[in-house]
Structures are given as structure tokens and as C-alpha cells.
């Protein structure tokens, strides 16, 4: 997993989640720009970005999803 710095990976996560549901190019955009202003690095690409993002949110649904038994009829 390509390392990130916390504080970009923060803007990243809490960018992306919004109610409004933007596009991950425009989050990664946004928070690339902030990287640039306040000095955080390393910053990886958009594409690594992405996978980990997947790679998270994949993990919490399968957390929070509830185990279905089904009954042998």
C-alpha cells in the first residue's frame, strides 16, 4: 500500500464521504491543492488513492453487513 500523508488522507476520506457525493477526481484534485499549500508528503497517485479507497469502504461493508444464515429447507 502506497503511503500517505494522514493529514492529506483525512481530506481525502472526509472530501469523498460528503452527502453531496463528489467524484473522486475532484476530491483527489481538492485535496492534492492542499497537499501543494501545506507541505504534506508523500502524496501518491490518484490511482493508488482510489484502490485504497475501495479497499476501505469494501472493508467497513463487509463489517457493518449483517450475517445471513439461511435454513435448509
Known sequence: MA????SA???LMSDFLRP???SFSACYRRMHH???KYSWSPI???SSLRR???R???EQRS????IVIRRER
Open 3 to 6: 503511503i500517505c500523508h494522514p
Open 9 to 11: 488522507w483525512t481530506f
Open 20 to 22: 453531496e457525493k463528489p
Open 34 to 36: 492542499a497537499a501543494r
Open 44 to 46: 501518491p497517485s490518484e
Open 52 to 54: 485504497r479507497m475501495l
Open 56 to 58: 476501505v469502504l469494501a
Open 63 to 66: 463489517r457493518s453487513a449483517p
